[in-house]
């Protein structure tokens, strides 16, 4: 019926073609029908080529659409459900089972449809795993969700006391800040999730409600008070003499600021000229060998007549200038000497080491004073410039200022993070300088031993630190090979000098009026340097190892470098026995 239905139309379409190829037949045909209703007997021959003639183009189209039609639809409707139909037979029987004619297709596919749901929807383990995989996705990214719209603390403190009130633990091994709050994030979306949050929370909420009510109520009760160490008497004193002796000096300097600056016979950048032209002058006048070991600190005497070595073997000794001949020999220390300076009143000296101890000479070797407390190595000392007072750094991560004349400990002065290193005392002696291993210098006031000024901005230790003759000059020297120039009125770095190749052990500014700079590096050389411009003005080359420490002498005329080669090498001017030597105030 279905083809028959279908007929006419393909008739209908190839209609057209017929009549177009059998032109000659339609003469025949359009006769044929006047013949048929007028008369018959002249008719018996045309009526057996009608009907043998209509049907030859008609049984062409209809043949083929039989076979054309089943073929296409009756594989598409059985595809889906073919392959789960195999598998099974496959996996039952153990016998693949396939066959390439209509008939076994149409038997197979009613006999699996009818067995049910199951194997229909059976699926293997493979897509097991991957439906598996995609709904694990699908909730974390759900639980990702509802974590994201979560409302957790910021401050580290506040995520770990989050975490203690759900019972977890605070940290975990290796754990950073961010990924502590995003553990305590989705804990938190997890109970979101099976609706135990709210009650979790409800009742900490209470807890710690009932817990700042009974702090509150002994914050009450008891005073608070800022945190302080009490003083002895003895510490209160020295504070009142270094006030005193602090305006004095600073008086006495502002004066001679203001002669200098009013006075029109004085030609600032003339004396500043002539003070580097004697720098840039400076040559090698003497080497010899200070010890058996590495040397580690120089010192000249107030005077200048004198120079102190220390080295590692624990000795400190004196030299004559110029000639560098030994006079004195300081033993009595048991581990390396670290530091050694001279008085700025007597030739007293004192030296630091590393068996925890400062101890206090004459210059003819005989031991004053031992200053005990520090819990660990010295590193550098100095003397306060009214010379009634000492102070040390040690690497117990703390500074202490001794009285000379008792031997007592004054104070004790933490800050740094790290090991103290350096110390420099203010001309004026109202302040005090240190540098640690913290990367930082401190700025104290002795006067009311507060830290007015913290100097940030080398990025290794700071080794090295010295006040000015000026007052408002600080140096600083780093393991980054960089000095750092600070303006104490602008509380501000004003110049970085990347002075040499490898670290800087110690700088100072010559100590009349700071007109120059000199540093030490373990590059084997010194530096001049200019206080105008910060340009340098001579590279002192001789040592063959690290330089570890340097000084300058009074007049400016003399500058001492000691290294780990074991020797002792003295720098004089050219010009020294030419020129006049500068004026010691």
Known sequence: MEAEEENPASTLAEEPTAMVDDSQMLPAVAAATPVATIAATPVPIVQPVVPSLAPPPIIPSIAPIPAVIPAIPR????????PPVLKASVSQNGEARASDSDSDRDDLVPAKA??????????????????????????????????????????????????????????LFGEREMERRDRLRMLMAKLDAEGQL????????????????????????????????????????????IAKFSILRADERLQRARRKRDDPDEDLDAEIDWALKQAGSFILDCSEIGDDRPLSGCSFSNDGTLLATCSLTGVAKIWTMPQLKKVAVLKGHTERA??????????????ASADRTARLWNNEGSLLRTFEGHLDRLARISFHPSGRYLGTTSFDQTWRLWDIESGSELLLQEGHSRSVYGISFHPDG??????????????????????????????????GVNFSPNGYYLATGSEDNTCRIWDLRKKKCIYIIPAHSNLISQVKFEP?????????????????????????????????????????VADGQYIATVAHDRTIKLWSSS???????MDVD
């Open 75 to 82: 594989p598409l409707a059985p595809l889906p459900v073919r």
């Open 114 to 171: 009818t067995e049910g749901s199951s194997a229909t929807y059976e699926i293997s383990e493979e897509s097991r795993q991957v439906r598996e995989r995609q709904e694990k996705a699908m909730r974390d990214l759900l639980m990702k969700r509802r974590a994201a719209a979560l409302a957790v603390p910021t401050n580290d403190m506040a995520v770990r006391n989050r975490l203690r009130r759900l019972g977890e633990p605070i940290t």
């Open 198 to 241: 709210e009650k979790l929370m409800k009742a900490h909420e209470e807890e710690e409600a009932a817990s700042s009510a009974k702090k509150e109520e002994v914050e009450e009760e008891t005073l608070q008070y800022p945190f302080f160490t009490e003083g002895t008497q003895e510490l209160l004193q020295a504070r009142m003499h």
């Open 338 to 351: 670290t530091d050694v300076v001279f008085s700025p009143l007597n030739n007293n000296l004192a030296t």
């Open 430 to 463: 109202s302040l005090a300088a240190s540098s640690g291993l913290d990367a930082l210098a401190r700025v104290w006031d002795l006067r009311t031993g507060r830290s007015i000024l913290a100097l940030e901005g080398h990025v290794k230790p700071v080794l």
């Open 512 to 552: 009349q009026e700071g007109y120059y700079l000199v540093t030490a590096s373990y590059d084997m050389t010194a530096k001049v340097w200019s206080s105008r411009d910060f340009k340098p003005v001579k590279t002192l080359s001789g040592h063959e190892a690290k330089v570890t420490s340097l000084d300058i």
């Open 575 to 581: 010009d020294h026995g030419k020129d006049q030597a």
